[in-house]
């Protein structure tokens, strides 16, 4: 009648069979071939500043040495369409898994007939895999979620106990610690692609935290994502919780008194710089800047000649000054 205790263990595993369509460029595209798509290429290096009077890339075809190195680089990585529609001329299939361990674990002990204590402990560690749906040339991921490997560790701990000074005074006290870590980031972090590889000038940083490619990203109906082009990946989060409940309670004839101190202390520390461009740098190319000011409509091949020819029309970077941003409650 001293000690008791209790312990669980409880697991969860999933895999799926995860899929989704994307638009990526054809073998001509990647060498700068428009022929037959009905789009119109037009040269940005003529006709007036306001995108007036430009000319046409001869045989609608961007010459190799007008494209950019890091497009290039880019173009080769990704994978070749297996559909034969277009757009949606790629069926891109992957492995999304889940696991997730609860564990508990809790002792409670009776010293003696006026004290009984207790201490527990609880974790649960979970490891999410969504993979890119391009393959090296990355993309967004095939599952919907964040790119890569997301992996948390929840942990809470408390001991307590409560002690009988007489048949009229009794003492409960409790202290508990929480611990929340999650984080996800893509496969490509470990290197800074955008830099070392790519040579863009502004991209990754010196923080581990900004390895991997830049995003590339068209407007809404264009190619599919390029890079890693989930602005909120990576982050990290880790965000601990103290707590104690300490209370007496006096009982006298007709009276019951209660006494107590609750404190409780929060702490954020996240990274997690979600602006519009990532981390690593982003670029977004819709373009206008091989269309011609009121000719055509602008199409999903512009968008493609503007990536390949480097002329993005919006590009940044979002900074975190402050690594982990604090908040303390």
Known sequence: NKPFFFADWELTTRRQAASALRTIPTTALRGGDFTGTGGKIYDPNTGNADGTNRDLFPNNQIPASRIDPASAYMANLVPQPNQTVFPNNYLAVGTYRLTRDDIDMKINYVPTDNMQIFGRYSLSPTDIFDPPSLGPAGGDATNGGQPGTATGLVQSAAIGGTYTFSPHIVLDAVVGYTRLR???????????????????????????????????????????????????????????????????????????????????????????????????????????????????????????????LGLPQSMGKDLQYLNPATVRM
């Open 182 to 308: 999650l984080g996800a980031q893509n496969v490509d972090i470990g290197k800074n692609y955008g830099l070392d590889v790519l040579h863009i000038p502004g991209t990754n940083g010196t923080d581990p935290l900004q390895g991997g490619y830049p995003r590339f990203t068209f407007v809404t109906g264009g190619f599919s994502s390029l890079g890693n082009p989930n602005v909120s990946n990576p982050f990290l989060f880790r965000a601990p919780q103290y707590t104690t409940s300490d209370n007496v309670s006096w009982n006298r004839g007709t009276h019951s008194l209660r006494f107590g101190f609750d404190f409780t202390k929060y702490d954020i520390n996240h990274f997690q710089p979600q602006a519009s461009n990532g981390p690593r740098g982003g670029f977004t190319f819709t373009g206008g800047l091989t269309s011609l000011n009121g000719g055509t409509a602008t199409g999903i091949y512009n968008q493609w000649a503007d990536f390949l």
